[in-house]
């Protein structure tokens, strides 16, 4: 009887705690699917098409999955992608990380420390105008959605991340060791 109540006890705390990272889940499953296929192409190539928004994605971000001893391991399971969806069509970025160290570590600096770096790059062709441009990444539990406009010729899209804030040293302040709160769009 007793040996029942502190396993139904743990069951409960593992729902809580599961349900508790799930909060942006069923958005983020949303963006995934893409319901068209006639918003964007994927632009190849250094030339603009005429009468054509070019737009050149950019996201920078620095992440850590886990560290034993001096070895330092990158997100495997899950992947750590991008997903983007402009007007109902969907794309998923991918990269491979690069062990990235910028050593003494700097509060003032997010990205100062061991860790590993993914720069995701896409180049999409599509009609210029406004757009809704939804973002999410999954392995930070992160989602974004923003009107942009696009201009006829080039654009360029670029998310920068905010990091959370640590409260131990020496990471203290915002640091990519604490994860990713939301992303900042900018629009060239």
């Not at 508790?20 to 098409?49: M, P, W, Y």
């Not at 942009?148 to 131990?168: C, H, S």
Request: proline fraction near 5%; charged fraction near 25%; hydrophobic fraction near 40%.
């Amino acid at each position: 009887m007793k040996r029942n109540l502190i396993l139904a006890g743990m069951i409960i705390i593992a729902a809580l705690i599961a349900s508790g990272c799930a909060s942006n889940r069923d958005l983020i499953a949303k963006t995934s699917l893409g319901n068209r296929h006639d918003v964007f192409t994927e632009a190849f190539g250094k030339e603009d098409q005429s009468g054509k928004a070019t737009a050149n994605i950019k996201l920078t971000v620095k992440s850590n999955s886990s560290r034993f001893m001096w070895m330092y391991f990158k997100h495997t399971d899950p992947p750590y992608r991008v997903h983007l969806n402009i007007d109902g069509q969907t794309i998923i970025l991918d990269t491979e990380p690069v062990l990235e160290v910028k050593s003494p570590i700097d509060f003032k600096v997010p990205e100062s420390g061991t860790g590993w770096k993914y720069e995701f790059n896409k180049r999409i062709a599509l009609a210029p105008g406004k757009h809704k441009l939804t973002v999410a990444l999954p392995v930070d539990d992160v989602i974004v959605e923003q009107e942009v406009l696009l201009r006829e010729g080039a654009n360029t899209i670029i998310f920068k991340p905010i990091y959370k804030r640590r409260q131990l040293r020496p990471y203290k302040g915002e640091n990519f060791t604490a994860g990713i709160k939301a992303l900042e769009v900018q629009v060239n």
